[in-house]
């Protein structure tokens, strides 16, 4: 972010002098009934620590590095590049803003200022981070580096003189993909020299698109290996759980991590609050039957503390996750200010992506200048304006990971002054459980980046992309891990590879066609009806969930209604259209356990890990009134039926110990149902992902199993690793479901805790004491076992009687 595109906001004409965020924090919570502040957590100023340059750091480099501003790294950045320097490969997962670039760009440029021949190459997610490392390396003015981005955008003329002079390309993983590995011949000169890969924002290659990228790495080692060449990786991450062994499994690699972060901080004091129950909520007559929001919805609160804070002269911005929520939020409060004092409303607005350059200015100067007090946004913030110095910053619902809390919560804070951070948890159990577990938030990261490298749908076609660019050999197999042998047999068997005495050859004149980012099936286009503008697309998988006909679709902060879903031509056809209301589908799902990788034998508790067979249908949708989150009403959908062999996790009990834990038999359905929602909703806790990510199915008795039974599954072919994660995680997993259900303060079950938006079956039936009774057989049974998982080999197709207690 550039210092002129920086707001810094001073004192407000109306801010009485002296309130710190404490006193503004009493104020915000003054008149409500119930106290709905959770928690107050004083995250203190830190001074930083700066170290020395490291010995080998040429002075040309330390120099270059003044002129920008830095005197010394902190003692994180030099701790990273030392061990990258010496050949060890390493990853720094530490805070937004901690100056993760220093780490990589001094092992990488001073390699470069002592071998003339050396190459780096630079990996980030998009293109437009890219063009920002281009702008800070060029900024450096080093001599012989040249420093260029190869994507897609480069013009061919430029191509040949980057690929023959550059010693620092900055390129992504696409491109890496489809451009440089298939055109090996072309960069030898190049890959040969290459001493460092820099993968930046390295937690972004989660999922399906982390495993293939993991695979496109592999075929970077693969052909700088034939050159006899092994670069060392530096990866930079956001911080989260055992940032060395996500980065281990992306790169194949032993990589040591880098966590403890010794950058400068302002002080912040952060407050978790839980909007409170409306009157008759949780009455079980209405409970269980629909979606009936039993809480003041977080948009609504927001608004509230918004006005409350405008109204105290504080200069607040709200960060709320959609572009209708965050009109929403102005809105209101304008009109509660209005109503307070007449005028006042005039002091608050909404800011979002699709604003014309001057009316952001514009926004900002009135910011700036105090003229504008109250801001509510989606983070369309992070686009172009980097607007600090704000006294208070509101969160509208988890932004879904820790790393975007902070960079929201880090616009606050005034330069050596104080702010207020509050996060204001919406209806949904992982934003219950963390506003009654700030260990989670402050305490050291659970949450880790997943990705699944062995997932045959993604080795297979990588597999196909490396033999098409050159034979694979048996040694070539290890590279590519578990799992790489039998996609192989598959690829000879389907007639897309020919074995020779060398090796497996790749049998076509053309490339095979492989799209990192589409998951499921041929990704489906929106398109805007009346232009014929594609808007963008949505991958197969999630295409009847996001995209059916009557859906709202959000695409980069505007909001379009589909009109029609043609699934043979891959095609939605959507209008601009602006609806009160958000829609959300509904699918009925079947399972077969395929076979099974690995169980937990706890004695009436059995936990599983394995593949499965699903059957899932979108039937209908419901649509539900943003500002209220009311359900407006049900409408039926006419989508096929789809299947997915994917990976899950389950868990089974004897009908004997849920009767001795006192779930009576009529009971179990509804007890089994509450706990898979909420064990779903808190699945993101432990693994970054979303509720599309993954599914869930319960029973009293599944046919494979012949028990009561709660499944979790992989929402992609294949799997994406985010069950396996659960099943290594299970026993803190299911803790923290269990205690997410048992803090709400509802009492027979609400969107907070054991409703899901997603549910099939209109969240019926449903059992909140039930759940957590079975909850807490399956946590003493763990428990009570060593915990240790019996491993079965992944192949062969174990039929379902491995799925039956042990
Ligand atoms: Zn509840
Ligand atoms: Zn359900």
């Known amino acids: 972010m550039t210092p002129a595109a920086t707001v810094a906001a001073g ?107 050396a190459t780096v190459l630079y990996l980030a997610p998009t293109k437009a981070l ?130 403890d972060d010794a950058s400068p901080r302002g002080g912040v004091t952060f407050a978790l609050w839980e909007p409170p129950l409306l009157p008759g909520a949780g009455d079980p007559a209405v409970g269980a039957v629909d979606l009936a929001p039993v809480r003041r919805s977080a948009l609504r609160e927001t608004a509230g503390l918004l006005a409350d804070a405008v109204a105290a002269g504080v200069r607040t911005l709200a960060f709320v996750r959609s572009r209708k929520g965050a009109e929403v939020v102005a809105a209101t409060a304008r ?42 946004s989606t983070n369309a913030l992070e686009l172009g304006v980097d607007l600090v110095g704000l006294d208070a910053v509101l969160i509208c619902g988890w932004p879904g990971t820790r790393a975007s809390l902070w960079q929201q919560a880090g616009r606050a804070g005034r330069s050596g002054g104080e ?18 577990h700030p260990e989670a938030l402050f305490g050291r990261p659970v949450e880790a980046t997943v990705l699944d490298p062995a997932n045959p749908y993604v080795l297979a076609p990588q597999l196909a992309c490396a033999a098409a660019e050159a034979p694979l050999t048996p040694a070539d197999l290890e590279l590519f891990g578990e799992g790489a042998k039998e996609a192989v047999d598959s690829l000879v068997e389907a007639g897309a590879l020919r074995q020779r005495p060398t090796g497996w050859y790749w049998r076509h004149r053309e490339r095979p066609e492989v799209d990192l980012r589409g998951e499921g099936g041929a990704p489906v286009c929106v398109v805007e009806a009346a232009t014929g503008r594609l808007l963008g697309t949505v991958d197969g998988g999630s295409a009847h969930f996001l995209v059916h006909p009557g859906a709202v679709h959000l695409h980069q902060g505007v909001s379009y209604v589909v009109d029609s879903l043609d699934l043979a031509d891959g095609c939605a056809l959507v209008h601009p259209e602006e ?101 779903i909703g808190l699945l993101p806790l432990m693994a970054t992902c979303d509720r599309w990510d993954i599914g869930g199915l319960s029973t009293a008795l599944h046919p494979d199993t012949e028990a009561p039974t709660v499944f979790v599954y992989d929402g992609h072919p294949g799997g994406a690793g985010f069950a396996e ?27 907070s805790c054991v409703q899901s938006p997603k549910c099939g079956n209109g969240n019926n039936p449903l ?33 379902a009687e491995q799925a039956r207690r042990p």
Request: proline share 7%; net charge neutral.
């Open 11 to 117: 004192h407000g004409p109306d801010r009485p002098p002296g309130e710190g965020p404490t006193e503004l924090l009493r104020r915000l919570r003054t008149g409500a009934d119930a106290d709905p502040v959770t928690h107050v957590e004083r995250v203190p100023a830190r001074a930083g620590e700066q170290v020395p340059w490291p010995r080998w750091a040429p002075e040309e480099l330390r120099a270059a590095f003044a002129r920008r501003g830095v005197v010394a790294p902190w003692r994180h950045q030099a701790e990273a590049a030392d061990l990258a320097y010496a050949g060890t490969h390493v990853v720094v997962a530490t805070g937004t803003a901690s100056g993760k670039s220093l780490a990589y760009q001094l092992p990488a440029l001073a390699t470069l200022l002592a071998d003339p021949r």
């Open 130 to 259: 890219a063009a920002d490392q281009l702008r800070a390396v060029a900024g450096l003015e080093l001599d012989g580096v040249r420093p260029a981005c190869y994507d897609g955008d480069t013009p061919r003329a430029e191509r040949d003189w980057i690929r023959r002079h550059s010693r620092f390309v900055l390129t992504n993983p696409d491109m890496l993909h489809h451009g440089i590995l298939p055109g090996h011949a072309h960069w030898s000169g190049f890959l040969r020299r290459l001493a460092y890969v820099i993968v930046d924002e390295c937690h972004t290659y989660r999922g399906v698109f982390g495993s293939h990228v993991a695979h496109v790495l592999r075929r970077l080692r693969r052909q700088c290996a034939r050159f006899g060449r092994t670069p060392i990786m530096v990866l930079a991450s956001a911080t989260s759980g055992d940032p060395a062994t996500a980065a281990g499994r992306l790169t194949g690699l032993p990589v040591a991590a880098v966590t």
């Open 335 to 376: 009109r509660a200010l209005d109503e307070a004092v007449p005028g006042l409303g005039g002091r608050v607005a909404a800011y979002r992506a699709g604003y014309l350059r001057e009316e952001r200015r514009e926004l900002e100067r009135a910011l700036l200048h105090g003229d504008l007090l109250g801001l509510a």
């Open 419 to 436: 702010a207020l951070a509050v996060l204001v948890a919406r209806d949904d159990p992982l934003d219950t459980y963390l506003v009654h």
């Open 579 to 679: 609806p009160d209301w958000s829609t959300h589908a509904r699918d009925v799902t079947s399972l077969t356990v395929a076979s099974v990788r690995s169980y937990v034998d706890a004695g009436p508790v059995g936990l599983f890990l394995g593949e499965v067979d699903v059957t899932s249908q979108v039937v209908s949708y419901q649509r539900r009134r943003i500002s209220s989150g009311e359900v407006i009403d049900t409408r039926p959908l006419d989508l096929p039926a789809r299947e997915l062999r994917t990976v899950a996790v389950w868990f089974t009990l004897s009908l004997e110990s849920l009767a001795s834990a006192g779930v009576e038999p009529a009971d179990v359905p509804g007890a089994l149902h509450a706990a898979e929602h909420a064990a």
């Open 725 to 751: 994660r659960a099943y290594r995680t299970a026993a803190q997993w299911l803790r923290a479901t269990r205690d997410a259900i048992a803090e709400c303060g509802c009492e027979a079950g609400c969107p």
């Open 767 to 799: 059992s909140k004491p039930g759940a957590i009774r079975v909850l807490d057989v399956v946590l003493a049974s763990l428990g009570a076992s060593d915990g240790s998982a019996a491993p079965l080999p992944r192949q062969g197709d174990r039929a």
